[in-house]
C-alpha cells in the first residue's frame, strides 16, 4: 500500500469514529437522526450547510471546468453569491413557519402551505430524482480520488464499490451528527488544501498568476472569455439565474434550514458565506495551472486534473492528503444526500400512501433504504460517462421547477391553487426529462433562431414553460383569478 | 401592505451587477492583479455580495431594535 492511500485510509477511519462518536449517548429517532433535533447554532448550520455546499462538484468539478471550459466555470462563483442574498430574506420565513408547525422535510412544507398530500408526494419525487445525479457525482469524485491516490492499484469501478460501502456504513451509524462533525474536519481541510494549491502551482509552474494567464491565452485564445456561441454570455446569465434560484430547493439544503436554533443565523450566514466561497478561486487557479502542465484529459477526464498536477508537483505524502480532503467533500455531502433521499422516500412517499404504518415502520424503512439508494448511484456512476459539473446541471434543471411553487406559497394564502403547483412542476419536470432523454436541444431544434434564444440553459425554459401552465391552471381551478386572490392576500395584512 | 425599506434593495445590486453586468465585462480584455478582466468582475461582486448583506443585516438590526423601544 502507497503511503497516499494509508493516507486516506485514515481519514476514512478518523471520520467513521467521528460518526459514532456523534450517536453515543442519543436515542436515535427519526428526528434525531435526520434533523439534529433542532438544536444546532450559528456555526453549525454554517459547517452543515457549507457542508452540502462546497462538495466534490467544487473540488473536482470547479477544477475540472476551468481546466476543460475555461470562462464558462466561472458561472460557479456567482449562483452562490445571489442564491445568499435571497437566502436572507428567503429562510428566516422557512424556518419560522417550519418551527410553528414542527415540519421536518421540503414536502411537509408545500403539504402545509398548499393542503395537499399528492403536491407533497410530488414534491418529495422531484428531489430524490434530482438528488440521484448528485450523488451520482459525489461518488464519481470518491471513485476519482481513491483510484488516483492508490496509484493506479485500484480501477475506478473497485473505487467507486469501496467507497459507496464507506458512505453507506457511515449514514446508518451516524445520521445528521456525523454529518456535522466530519464536516468541521473537512472544512479545515478543504479550505487548507485549495488556498495552498491555489497559490503555489502557478508561482511554482509559471511564476505567477499574470504569467500563468499569459500562457494560456497564448496557447488557447479566447479560452478565458465566453465563446460568441455554446456556453455564450445567454448560457452563462441564464444558468446563474437557474442555479441560484435552486439553490435552497434541493430538499437537502430546504430541510438543513430547519436545524438552525433562531433565525439570526441566517441574517449572520449571508454575509459569512460570500466570503467563504471564494475558495472557489483557487480551485479555479488550480484547474487552470494543470492545463499546460498535464494537457490532453479530454471530457470527463478533466475531473481528474486536480489530482493529475498534485501528483506530478508533490510526493504520495502531500498528495493523500489532497485526497484526504477531496475524500471529506465527498463524504459529508454524499451522506447528507443518501440520509435525505431514503428519510424523503419513506416519510414523504411511502407514508402518506400507506397512513397505518407506525413511526418505528417508517424509521426503519428509511435505514433499510439507504443501500438501495446507494446501489442506484453505483449502478448510474459506473455506467454513465457524464463529468460532475454536468451531473450538477441536470440536478438544477429538475430542482429549480420547485422555485415557482415555493415563491407563490409564501403570501398568508398561497397565489396558486393544488392542481395550478403541481401542474406547472410536472409541466417543468417533463420538459426537461424529454430533452435529456431524446438529446433535444434548442440549438438544433432551431437552428435558424439567434443564438442568445438557443444558447439558453434549458431548465430556465423548462422554467418559463412551468409558470405559465402554473398560472393558467391556477386560473381554471379557482373561481377568483390568482391576481385577485393576491390582491385580497395583500390586502388581509395591510 | 407595509412598506419594505430603502435600504434593503442594497441586497439586489451585486446580483445585478452579475446578471447584467457578465455580458459588457467580458468583452474588456484587461487583466486584474493577473486575473482575466471577466473573473476579477465576478470576484468583486462577489465580495460585494458579503457587504452589502452586512450592512443590511445591521441596518435591519437597528430597525428592530427602534421598533421595540
Redesign the interface.
Known sequence: MNPALVILALFLAVSLGLGLLARRGRTMTLEQWSVGGRGFGALFVFLLMAGEIYTTFTFLGGSGWAYGRG?PA?YI??Y???A??IS??LLPVLWRYATRHQLHSQADFFVHKYGSTALGVLVSLVGVVALIPYLVLQLKGLGIIVSETSYGALSVPVAVWISVSALVVYVILSGVHGSAWTAVLKDIMILAVAVALGIYLPWRFYG??????DAIEKAKPGF???PAKGMS?SW??ST??LT?LGFYMWPHAFSSTYTAKSESVF??N???M??Y??VL?FV?FTGFAAILQVPGLTGSQADLSLLKVSKLAFSPVVVGLIGAAGLLTALVPGSMILLTASTILAKNVYRPLARSASEETVARLARGLVPVVALVAVYFTLSGGDAIVPLLLMGYNFVTQLFPSLLLSLPEKPLATPAGVMAGIVTGVATIAWTSLSGITLAKAFPEWPSVVTDLNIGIVAMIANIVVLVLVSALTRRRSPAAAAAVA?SD?? | MRRVPLYRWLAAIPGLLILLGVPFANRIRARVLGMPFLLAWIVACVLLTSLAMAIVGRLDDDRARRERK
Open positions: 470562462a466561472f462563483l456567482c452562490g453569491a445571489i445568499y442574498s436572507y430574506f505567477g498568476y499574470g504569467p500563468m494567464f478565458l472569455t465566453l454570455v452563462f446569465v446563474v439565474l441560484s441574517r449572520k449571508a454575509a459569512v460570500p466570503l466561497q471564494l478561486l479555479f395583500f395584512r395591510a
